[in-house]
């Protein structure tokens, strides 16, 4: 199982950024699938889950920022963040179910 996530990278507070994450030998339809972050200094928090059935959760530091998806046939996922905040600064990791996690992708947020 490979999990490539890609997208981050340094923005100003306001802006948006997308991450994507490709899964290879595990399929994101079968699966509870998602995001995570660590800030530094702190533990691993969840930012949004998504269903086998596309139904949606998201971490109560969201507050409708950020969006989750995922492109079955392209075996997908995405977190789209808006309206980004310098407390948005992190690694970025998506995760599949049950304990499957790609690499961290970071986000610098400037204020």
């Known amino acids: 199982v490979q999990l490539q996530a890609s997208g981050g990278g340094s923005v100003q507070a306001g802006g948006s950024l997308r991450l994507s994450c490709a899964a290879s030998g595990i399929s994101v339809s079968a699966n509870v699938v998602g995001w995570y972050r660590q800030l530094p200094g702190q533990e691993r928090e969840l930012v949004a889950l998504i269903s086998r059935s596309g139904r949606t959760n998201y971490g109560g530091f969201v507050k409708g920022r950020f969006t989750i998806s995922k492109d079955n046939a392209k075996n997908t996922m995405y977190l789209q963040m808006d309206s980004l905040k310098p407390e948005d600064t992190a690694v970025y990791y998506c995760?599949?179910?049950?304990?499957?996690w790609g690499q961290g992708t970071l986000v610098t947020v400037s204020s």
């Open positions: 995760y599949v179910h049950s304990n499957y």
